[in-house]
């Protein structure tokens, strides 16, 4: 098989030519051909990449029920992955989410209960996992302060810090290397001088919400898994209203974003290799310019 032959054209991505382009590709004819042209078939071709990372490939998603969890599901089916929903309770989920379509299976996931039964849940054929989740506080006003293991209440360290380290190693367990979190601006806001933040001191009063998810993120870095965390700012429900805003960690330290830009910025990680082994905070801003994905992976 001929070696492929890497062709650069200036303004223009890189294009991978081989003996089994067509023939509307071949050397002869990129010669003859016009700017608009030469722009359309690299785009097909980004196009096509991009179904490439996309067809077959099923998506084990933690806290499929959750706010977030439900729009990623959701986004994932739309742009034609398949998806294995991680749920506590299985009517709960089938209730809200549309359980008759093929590409979406339910399976039990508590994150509290240890990294095998999570491998399990995972399976030999989820391609990655998201995470979604988060400590739910209940009227048990005690319950994030309480130690792990007295008891079953789940406890912000349970979930948002042993639950997700519970999900990475159910993942070496299974071979998968990909892992998406769904995290916070400000976890690292005691380095960055914003103790005195009211977020910050706010989300900690309230069982040290965002060290947990700061000692998942280290454990997910150290791991050598390929991760993409996203630090959202405040999450609202309703639909975006700004354009997505995306800086490197502990950069931002306030603002907002809707769940389904959230949603959106995690299925897309999964799609552009850019987004690999990076941490990156989002907001939504109305004055913010529109960038592409790529782009704005690229820029982290
Ligand atoms: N709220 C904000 O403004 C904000 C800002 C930045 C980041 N975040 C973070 O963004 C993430 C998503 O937030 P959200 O408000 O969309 O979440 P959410 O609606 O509260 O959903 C949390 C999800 O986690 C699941 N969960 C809780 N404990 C679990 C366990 N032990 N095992 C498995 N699943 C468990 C819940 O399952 P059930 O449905 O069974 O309860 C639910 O599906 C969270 O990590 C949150 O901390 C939030």
Wanted: hydrophobic share 40%; with cysteine; net charge neutral.
């Amino acid at each position: 098989m001929a070696a492929p032959l890497f062709l650069r054209y200036p303004n223009f991505h890189t294009l991978l030519l081989n003996s089994t382009a067509p023939k509307s590709l071949s050397l002869v004819n990129f010669a003859n051909m016009e700017a608009s042209e030469i722009t359309e078939q690299v785009e097909d071709k980004t196009r096509e990449q991009e179904d490439l990372n996309v067809k077959k490939k099923k998506i084990f998603v933690a806290g499929a029920t959750g706010s977030t969890g439900k729009r990623i599901v959701e986004q994932l089916l739309k742009k034609g992955f398949s998806v294995k929903a991680g749920v506590r309770d299985l009517d709960k989920a089938r209730a809200s989410l549309s359980s008759n379509n093929p590409s979406l299976q339910f399976v039990k996931a508590d994150v509290t209960e240890g990294s095998d039964k999570l491998a399990e849940a995972i399976g030999d054929d989820s391609d990655a996992v998201v995470c979604a989740t988060g400590f739910r506080p209940g009227w048990d006003l005690l319950a994030p302060w309480k130690v792990c293991h007295f008891d079953n209440v789940s406890t912000f360290f349970q979930v948002d810090n042993f639950g997700t380290v519970n999900l990475v190693e159910a993942c070496r367990k299974r071979n998968v290397n990909r892992f998406i979190l769904i995290s916070s601006i400000l976890v690292n806001g005691a380095a960055m001088g914003q103790l005195l933040n009211p977020a910050y001191i706010f989300l900690n009063v309230f069982g040290l919400t965002l060290v947990a998810k700061l000692q998942a993120e280290q454990y997910i870095r150290k791991s050598g898994i390929n991760y993409t965390i996203i630090r959202p700012g405040g999450l609202k429900n309703d639909p975006p209203s700004g354009n997505v805003v995306m800086e490197p960690e502990d950069t931002l330290s306030e603002g907002s974003i809707s769940r389904d830009q959230v949603a959106e910025v995690a299925v897309e990680a999964l799609v552009y290799p850019e987004a690999s082994y990076k941490v990156v905070e989002i907001v939504a801003r109305p004055d913010a310019p529109k960038r592409s994905y790529h782009d704005l992976f690229g820029s982290i």
